[in-house]
């Protein structure tokens, strides 16, 4: 049983940053992809990030790119989402999420992924 556990999220002004992290357990993750996605309530799941484990591939949303960074460490099955420039638009709940690997081309689309975590609320305030 695949298990994705989001911590670091919380209430920050606007300009600041936060970093978000997501723990992986269940299996290898070396041949999967992580993503991160926002949702604020009444709208659509929304494609922040993308990392791919075995080659460290990322993609990003346009509207966080030089903004957000996204990065894993391999040894403990964690991957991260760094925030910084926070603007209050980015207010939401951000959730992890695991695909195999081979589906990177589709990495954008929140369908695809075979597991999710219970989501970490940002909160950025102006």
């Known amino acids: 049983q695949v298990h994705l556990v989001e911590s670091g999220g919380g209430l920050v002004q606007a300009g600041g940053s936060l970093r978000l992290s997501c723990a992986a357990s269940?299996?290898?993750?070396?041949?999967?992809?992580m993503g991160w996605f926002r949702q604020t309530p009444g709208k659509e799941r929304e494609f922040v990030a993308a990392?791919?484990?075995?080659?460290?591939?990322?993609d990003y949303a346009d509207s966080v790119k030089g903004r957000f960074t996204i990065s894993g460490d391999n040894a403990k099955n964690t991957v991260y989402l760094q925030m910084s420039s926070l603007k209050p638009e980015d207010t939401a709940v951000y959730s992890c999420?695991?695909?195999?690997?081979?589906?990177?081309?589709?990495?954008?689309?929140?369908?695809?992924?075979?597991?999710w975590g219970q989501g970490t609320q940002v909160t950025v305030f102006s």
């Open positions: 999420a695991a695909v195999e690997a081979t589906a990177w081309a589709n990495v954008r689309s929140a369908m695809i992924y075979d597991y």
């Open positions: 269940g299996r290898t993750f070396s041949a999967y992809a």
């Open positions: 990392r791919r484990w075995i080659d460290e591939s990322t």
